[in-house]
């Protein structure tokens, strides 16, 4: 698998709290992307990365926040964490748009 | 917006019957993706498809690019136990930069 790693791999927390979830890549792609997965509704994206400091929405942006302040590192912060963001949340890079991508082991965010 | 749909949603077959799943774009994409994602785990690169008609087999899988670019198959052939999982299609639209992956067809597989 490509050098993904998410962090942390869980959390439980609560309404209303800061939330910040990690990706860091050793494989130097520009492209880095940022999904949630919850049943029945596949995978959304909710924002991505096409360069350090470069970012834009994905269709699920709102309650998010992003930064890419190091090639190898996507920061994704939930500012007020709410219950509806409570999924299992997916960080992804690729060389380019077009070509494929490759995902991290996933994070389980559970918000009480 | 861009919508990518894949029908049907779930299928379940026994051992050694075939499977098709389907993937419609509401908007041309530049190319498509299909991707795996066993039972907890992540979504798993499978192949991509660029040119409008392009057919590609990888051993009992088959897959198909629409004339259009607005849709796609992938068929599998006897299914195994070890097909078991959740099926996407996905894409970059055309032009844009935004990529969007279909709803999934989660394949069951009784042996």
């Known amino acids: 698998d490509a050098g993904i790693t998410q962090s942390p791999r869980h959390k439980v927390t609560e309404t209303g709290t800061p939330v910040t979830l990690r990706c860091h890549q050793t494989?130097?792609?520009?492209?880095m992307y940022w999904y949630r997965q919850d049943p029945g509704h596949g995978l959304r994206l909710i924002h991505y990365?096409?360069?350090?400091?470069?970012?834009d929405k994905g269709e699920v942006s709102d309650g998010y926040s992003v930064s890419r302040s190091k090639t190898e590192d996507f920061l994704l912060t939930l500012e007020s964490a709410t219950s509806s963001q409570t999924s299992v949340y997916f960080c992804?890079?690729?060389?380019?748009?077009?070509?494929?991508?490759?995902f991290g082991d996933g994070t389980r965010l559970s918000i009480l | 917006g861009q919508q990518v749909m894949q029908i049907p949603q779930y299928q379940h077959v026994q051992e050694g019957e075939d499977f098709t799943t389907y993937c419609n774009s509401s908007?041309?994409?530049?190319?498509i993706q299909w991707y795996k994602q066993r039972p907890g785990g992540h979504p798993v690169f499978l192949i991509q498809?660029?040119?409008?008609?392009e057919v590609k087999k990888q051993k009992r899988l088959t897959f198909q690019f629409g004339e259009a670019k607005k849709n796609s198959s992938l068929h599998i052939t006897a299914t195994q136990t070890t097909d078991v999982g959740t099926y996407f299609c996905a894409g970059p639209e055309d032009n844009f930069n935004k990529f969007y992956f279909g709803s999934g067809t989660k394949l069951n597989v009784k042996p």
């Open positions: 992804a890079i690729s060389g380019g748009n077009n070509q494929p991508q490759h």
């Open positions: 498809l660029v040119k409008s008609g």
């Open positions: 494989e130097n792609h520009r492209y």
């Open positions: 908007t041309t994409l530049s190319n």
């Open positions: 990365s096409y360069g350090v400091k470069d970012t």
